[in-house]
Structures are given as C-alpha cells and as structure tokens.
C-alpha cells in the first residue's frame, strides 16, 4: 500500500515539558535512550529535564530534576550503565511518594515521562499516570497547588522504554542492552574456549536470567555449548544421564572441550533450581573430567554499549519523543518497541501482562506455553539450538528419503540420498562459518550427505569438494574469515567444468553463503539451466557481506561485525584526542557504493556528518557541513567525528574532505584522518552474526529439503522454476524467500546495491542527533499495535 510521507515538522513541542528517568538495573545503551530523548525534544522545541536517580529523584524533588541542554548529554553515547543514575525506591510505591513525586514535577510543569526500565519501573509509570489526576485534585486540596494548575497540567502522558539486559519483556524482539550483555558473554566464552581446550577441560558457566533464560539461549547458541539450562525448558527426567552421555560422546569424537551455560534461575522439571556448581559436581562424580565453574556476574552488565544497542537506543528513543507529542489524554501509556526490523508501540499494560502470563506459566509447569509466551523469536532460537546441538543416531536419521516422495508406476520405489553442496562466495564475511556449520548439521539431520566446496565456484570448478561431517564443524561458530576459502570468482567462465563437478559427486542442490558475487553467481548458473541439466536443482543464497548491499534483504551476515568495529575505532579515536586541542577525524569506511556501514557508524559513534553515494552532496553541502562544526567547536564541543563510504563521491575524495575541513577550521579546530580498510572484514563475529547466520542457514536449508521433495520425479531431482533459485533475506519482521530473478528489478547492478534501502529512513535521525534541520517521514511511526499472540506454527515460518 502507498502511502504518502508523513514528516513530523507539524509536531510540535513548544510548551510541553518532558521528564526522562533510568529505573530499576541498569543496562548498556540506556545512555543512548537519554541522548536521544535529550536532543529529539529540543529539537521539537520541548523543555527536557533530566530526572536524577529513577523514582527516588522524582519523590525528593530539589536537584535531582534538572533542565538540560543539548550539550549536556555530550559524549554520554559510548559510556556503559547510566550517567543519571538509578535506584529503587520503595517510598514511590506508596500514594504519599507518588504525591510529592507529582508535585515535584507540577512545579517544573513536566507532563510527559519518558520512563527507561524493565517491567516492575514501567508498571510502576502507568500507576502514576492513572492515579495523576486524583493525585492533582489531592495536592490542590492541601493547598500546595491552585485550581489552575489542576486544569493545566491534567494529563500525564507516559511512553516506555525497555532497558534491561535479560531482554524478559514480551512485545519486544530486543530490550536495550541485551546484545551488549551478549557481547561480553561471548567475550569470555571465546577466552574460556582457548584454555579449556589446552587442559581438555570442561566449563560450566553461569549466566544472568532469574527468570529468563535468552541470554543462555543465545549465548549456547552462538559459542556451540554442549548443554543449556533455561527456566522456560527444564531438561526431561533424567536429564543428567544424558547430559554425561551427551558429554562423552564429544569427548570420543577427539572434542577437547565441553561448555555447559545455566542461567542463574535454571529449574528442572519439578521446579527445583539446577545451580552450576551442581552440574559441576555432577560431572566430576559420574565421568571424572576436570571441571570448572565461572559465574559471570555484573560483568554482563558492564562495559561500553555495542552498536546494535546504540542504534536500538537512538532510534527509540526519538520514537519515544514523537509518541509523547501525538499522545491525547485518551491514548493508553504505551512502549515503544522493535519487532523485526520495525519500530513499533504497544500498550504497556499488555506488554507486562504477558510478560507476568510468561512466569505464571513456569511456576504452574506450562512449559511449552511459557516458551511459546515468549515471542516467536525466542521459540525459533530454542528450536535451532534443539536441532543443532545434538547429532540424531545415524538409525533416527532418515535414510531413504525419497521412500516418502515418488513411487514410480514401473519399478516401485526409487531409494536415494541427496547430496547438498555448500560454498563461500566473495570477500570473507564474520559470521560466515557459523552459517556453514548450521547447514551441514541441519542437513545431516534431515538425512543428507553434506559436502564442502573449498574456494567458491572456482574450487567448484577445479574439483576441490569433498564430504563433510556433523564433528567437522565443531567449534566454527565463533571463528572469523571464511574456514571453506572465499573467492569473488563467478562461474560463467566455469560453467562446463562446474556442470562436470555436480555429475561427478551427484549433487542435488546447492547452497551459496555470501555478498552480491554469490547473488550474480546464482543468476548465472540460472540462465544455464537451459544449456545445462546438472544446474536444474534447487539452489539457496543466503547473504554475507560487511557491505550489507545484497538485495532482497535487511541484513547481511557480517555486517554488524563490521559495525561494531566502526564504532569501537571511533570511540578509540574520539578519545585520542581527550584532553588535546579542538580536533575533527575523518574516517573512511568499506562498502563499495553502499553507505550502510558509513551511515550506521554515524549513527552509532554519534558523528557530525556521513557521506553516502545514495544521497548525492556537493561543494555547498560540503561548506554548510564545516561551518557547523566550526559553530559546534565553539561551544564547550571539542571534538567532531565524519564518516566518508569509499566510494561515495570519485572527486570528494577522503583527502579532498581531510585538507578542506583543515583549511577551512583553521584557527578552531585541526585535523586528522583514518582509513579503517580490512580490519572491518576481522575479527570474531559478533553475538548478533553468529546467532544470524546459524539461524538464517538452518532455514535456508529445511527449504532445500522441502524443494527436494517437491522436485524428485523418477528417480532424479529435476527444479528449472524461478522459484527453485532462491534467496533468504529478512525483511522487515519477516525471513522470507525470494527468487533471485524477481530480485533483479530491484538490483542497481552498475554500483550493486538495491535501488530502495530501508536504513536510508534513518539518515535524518543521525542528523537531528547532530544538531541540523531536517525532515523525518514518521510514516512508519505512530500506529499504536496490540501485542500479538502467535500459532506454533508462526515460530517455524515467521521472524527470526
């Protein structure tokens, strides 16, 4: 449906005065809610006061409510944890704390509350605004306030953010701060890993979740564990037989290491809590392995916010700002919110009651309800974590897959097994290994013979392919680069030699795993069907490029990856200069001709400007952007960050830009210049690229079973439909299959990048965050959803 942009100039702030507090624990990336609700609501022309130490600051009142400025919340984005503070208060849960909390912000004519919390702080939020107009008419009583101040300050509009690192709160597919708690989960699996394996040791770690398990979900799937204890899926009677059986089985197969990960409110089936230092004595005493315990802590709380959380964090908190401009005293508080890719707002009090439905499921024992509860994004991470971490005896797997499919009207059945080819294709993308191994495990489970293609479709060519099992894959996960060998090669000048190699291994289908080579690749080998039998077999790409330029998908393995060492550079470089003169950096960034990276490390390390080649700039444009940083360095600023893509402009080189802002900031600020280069294709793959990649592969290749099926006819596979070359990109909330060949209308083939991007709508929020007049479509915004409930079945067809 088309719609007409709606851009929020019409919304106004003048006279309105908003509050914004951080309560209950504290989680990375709250700072950049603060940031963002700060510099939204002066840009709109609002008043916003800081409300110091939660609710605890609101019932004292004095000091800890305090106007602020855009400078305020200065270099406050890559801090960790909250520079406002917060508290618990019990004098707010009773009317008399309420009372004074209302008068307190009465005085400052504060009638919107930006509230940055988990459930308890945001149940807490919607009391006070229903109890607000009672708490008015008893304050006027007293005679603390008069009858005009009743009628002016009426309504109190309250609109939620979701702070908290256990991401426990349904309705939202990530709370702020939970891939940063993420980040250093992974950060010490990956250490452990490296000493278990010297010592041949076993690691029972215990991570943070009373009363959600997602951390430990995620974090097992994204390192490989053995074993996960969560509360919403306690283990079968029994359960500790097969963990030790589970556990030597690894050990036999030449596996050095085991990792166990329990979340610290971890139940078995009759809701007894299963502690780490149980599970350690247990292996100690039935299999002998030397065993450790770490227990991770505040750790998970701690530390700089990584860039997912920062955008998250930006991107609400802007969409707080304009739900609390376009609220009436009918609209119910809301929670703004991200499902899939989408922002979106939902009734707080809907949000908390499912949440609270999510515990009261687990203590009556309905488990599968309370996972269900959840969201279809934690049964999906629960479901490929099933599938992937434990290998079927080969008498479970199906053998004779194709029983099930053709009988042949002459000779009965026909018995066969499929064999699946997997490759790398293009530059080496984080994440990349992780999708190989939910494949080839995905398609031994499901009864395939798995084999490797080392080098893209050059080794294709050359024969280098080979079989590949369930144990080879062990330990990929966390391992950057690309372990099979990645060539940008494309096969049309291998066709025959190709063609030979899938004859030769009988190869039934085919999976690509990379950037927009394996997309061209795909439709190469496309357009040979005609010339060529041995390509008339289903085929899957699955995108994987730091550029994220693939079309038909919202992501791209390795892209965050990539992203996050933008930010963590920039904030490097930001602090090379603390305590130093004024200065200006300007970093150049990979992508090819798409802006992604350039646009989101802008977003993410709170740059001044980016440039793109999607939104074209010139001279003047150029001039306008160095004499805002010139007015910016004359206040209390003192340094300035500016992101350039590559090859977003042939002239305006990253030299041009480096002497022309030197030139023109002479007397102000100096500067200096950085080209990030390789080190954004490094480094391990972050939580966000593992749990991506494994999720994504292992869908891509249940739908190559499926076309299998569908495409067996008379003892051989036999797929010439555009629908039989597929790719599988995430699409706003959904993970959705698409044939390569409807993909091209929507291709940019001379620059490879999709002619519409959806980041492309976040440009003018990093400009507002920037201090520059702008236009924002807030057409996507705005629409108040109901929390929904889902079929079982939406968790295997629905978002990641």
């Known amino acids: 449906m088309d719609h007409q942009p709606k851009f929020f100039e019409n919304l106004s702030g003048t006279g309105k005065a908003i509050g914004v507090l951080t309560s209950g624990g504290d989680a990375q990336g709250m700072n950049a809610a603060v940031r963002a609700v700060v510099r939204m609501g002066i840009y709109v022309k609002a008043k916003v006061y800081f409300v110091y130490e939660g609710y605890q600051g609101m019932v004292d009142g004095g000091d800890n409510i305090v106007e602020v400025s855009w400078e305020s919340v200065s270099s ?6 909250t520079v406002i503070g917060s508290a618990r208060c019990k004098s707010f849960r009773t009317r008399e704390g309420r009372l004074q909390a209302a008068y307190n912000l009465v005085q400052r004519g504060i009638t919107n509350l930006c509230v940055i919390g988990g459930d308890g702080s945001l149940t807490g939020a919607n009391l006070f605004r229903e109890e607000w107009s009672g708490l008015l008419e008893e304050l006027a009583q ?10 002016k300050y009426a309504y109190l509009n309250i609109v939620g953010m979701v702070g908290s690192i256990d991401n426990d709160f349904c309705g939202t597919d990530m709370t702020i701060g939970t891939d940063s708690a993420l ?3 992974i950060e010490v699996v ?24 997602y951390l430990a979900l995620v974090s097992a799937l994204a390192c490989g564990a053995d074993w996960v204890f969560i509360p919403e899926y306690p283990p079968e009677e029994g359960w500790e037989d097969s963990m030790c059986v589970k556990l030597s089985e690894n050990r036999a197969r030449k596996k050095r290491l085991n990792i ?13 809590p299963i502690t780490s230092e149980k599970v350690k004595d247990l292996v100690v005493q039935q299999l002998g392995f030397d065993t450790r315990v770490t227990i991770l802590g505040h750790v998970q709380r701690g530390g700089t916010p990584s860039a997912f959380d920062r955008i998250l964090a930006s991107r609400m908190g802007v969409e707080a700002v304009l739900a609390l401009l376009e609220a009436t005293p009918a609209t119910p508080a809301c929670v703004v919110s991200l499902s899939g890719n989408q922002a979106v707002r939902l009734p707080l009090m809907e949000c908390v009651q499912m949440t609270q439905e999510v515990q009261k499921a687990m203590d009556e024992g309905r488990f599968v309800e309370a996972v269900r509860l959840r969201g279809r994004s934690f049964e999906n991470n629960l479901n490929t974590y099933k599938l992937l971490s434990h290998k079927k005896p080969d008498a479970e797997l199906p053998k004779d897959l194709s029983l099930t499919f053709q009988r042949s009207k002459n000779s009965g059945f026909f018995l066969t097994n499929f064999n699946v080819a997997v490759l790398n294709v293009g530059a080496p993308a984080a994440g990349m290994n992780a999708a190989v191994r939910a494949a080839v495990r995905v398609g031994i489970t499901e009864g395939h013979k798995m084999f490797a293609v080392i080098d893209g479709f050059e080794g294709f060519a050359r024969g280098k392919i080979k079989e590949i099992s369930w144990g080879d894959v062990g330990g990929w996960t966390g391992q950057g680069g690309s372990i099979l060998g990645t060539k940008r090669t494309l096969p049309a000048k291998y066709l025959e ?14 999976m690509v795993i990379g950037g927009f080579e394996a997309y061209l690749g795909l439709l190469e080998l496309s357009a040979a069907r005609e010339k060529y039998d041995e390509f008339c077999v289903p085929m899957v790409m699955v995108p994987a490029t730091v550029s994220n330029n693939v079309p038909g998908s919202d992501f791209s393995i390795g892209a965050d990856t990539a992203l996050n060492t933008i930010t963590d550079t920039c904030d490097r470089i930001k602090q090379s200069a603390s305590g130093t003169k004024r200065r200006v950096f300007i970093i150049e960034t990979m992508g090819g001709y798409c802006g992604y990276l350039a646009n989101m490390g802008a977003l993410a390390a709170g740059a001044d400007a980016a440039y793109i080649f999607e939104e074209q700039f010139d001279i003047r444009e150029l001039q306008a952007n160095v004499e805002h940083l010139t007015e910016k360095m004359k206040t209390s600023i003192q340094r300035g960050l500016v992101l350039r893509n590559e090859n977003c402009n042939e002239n305006y080189t990253t030299d041009f830009i480096y002497q022309l802002y030197s030139e023109e900031g002479k007397g102000v600020f100096d500067c200096r210049k950085n080209v990030l280069g390789h080190m954004q294709q490094g480094g391990a793959p972050s939580p966000f690229d593992r749990n991506f990649g494994t999720k994504i592969s292992a869908k891509a290749m249940q739908w190559i079973s499926k076309k299998l099926k569908e495409t067996y006819r008379k003892g051989k596979v036999f797929a010439n439909t555009d629908d039989s070359v597929c790719l599988l990109g995430m699409r706003r909330r959904n993970l959705v299959f698409q044939p390569v060949a409807e993909l091209k209308t929507e291709t940019d083939f001379v620059h490879r990048i999709p002619k519409e991007q959806w980041w492309l709508k976040l440009r003018p929020l990093m400009k507002i965050l920037a201090k520059y007049k702008t236009s924002y479509d807030v057409s996507d915004s705005g629409q ?8 079982p079945k939406e968790a295997e067809t629905g978002a990641i």
Do not use: P, Y
């Open 76 to 81: 406050i984005l890559q801090v960790g944890g």
């Open 142 to 151: 007293k005679g603390k306030i008069d009858e005009e101040a009743v009628k």
């Open 183 to 185: 980040h250093r989960i």
């Open 190 to 213: 990956d250490a452990i890993m490296t000493t278990a394996q010297s010592h041949q040791r076993t690691f029972v770690l215990e991570v943070m979740g009373r009363h959600c398990g």
């Open 260 to 272: 166990i990960i329990v979340a610290e409110g971890a139940i078995d089936c009759h809701n007894k």
């Open 497 to 510: 030699k190709i063609a030979d190699q899938m004859r030769t291994n009988n190869i039934n289908a085919l």
């Open 784 to 791: 108040l959803e109901h929390v929904a409930m889902h079929s």
